[in-house]
């Protein structure tokens, strides 16, 4: 029996170049933006179950896209009179 007492490597910091090599790739923001969140989040665990290299970067991804959404869901507004001094 051998058990295994290799310290666990400590989570990097995302890199740029490893976040713009994984939006020019594996999650194009064309794609992410069309995909339901549910789906995105499926991908997003397969990318990190596949490729690891980018683990610290997909929760950038997945963050900026739901606050994208949020602040894109407000209704559209017309404002009637927009010289009004107020």
Same mark, same amino acid.
């Given at each position: 029996?051998? #058990?295994?007492?290799? /310290?666990?490597? @400590? =989570?990097?910091? /995302?890199?740029?170049?490893? #976040?713009?090599? #994984?939006?020019?790739?594996?999650?194009? @923001? =064309?794609?992410?933006? #069309?995909? /339901?969140?549910?789906?995105?989040?499926?991908?997003?665990?397969?990318?990190? =179950?596949?490729? @690891?290299? $980018?683990?610290?970067?997909? /929760?950038?991804? $997945?963050? $900026?896209?739901?606050?994208?959404? =949020?602040?894109?869901?407000?209704?559209?507004? $017309?404002?009637?009179? @927009?010289?009004?001094?107020?």
């Amino acid at each position: 029996m051998h #058990l295994n007492t290799d /310290p666990i490597a @400590p =989570a990097r910091k /995302p890199c740029w170049r490893d #976040l713009h090599r #994984l939006t020019s790739t594996l999650l194009m @923001p =064309a794609l992410v933006q #069309l995909v /339901p969140l549910k789906e995105l989040r499926r991908r997003i665990r397969e990318i990190d =179950a596949t490729h @690891p290299q $980018y683990r610290e970067e997909t /929760p950038l991804v $997945y963050r $900026y896209e739901v606050d994208r959404r =949020a602040r894109l869901s407000g209704q559209l507004t $017309y404002d009637t009179n @927009p010289f009004q001094l107020v």
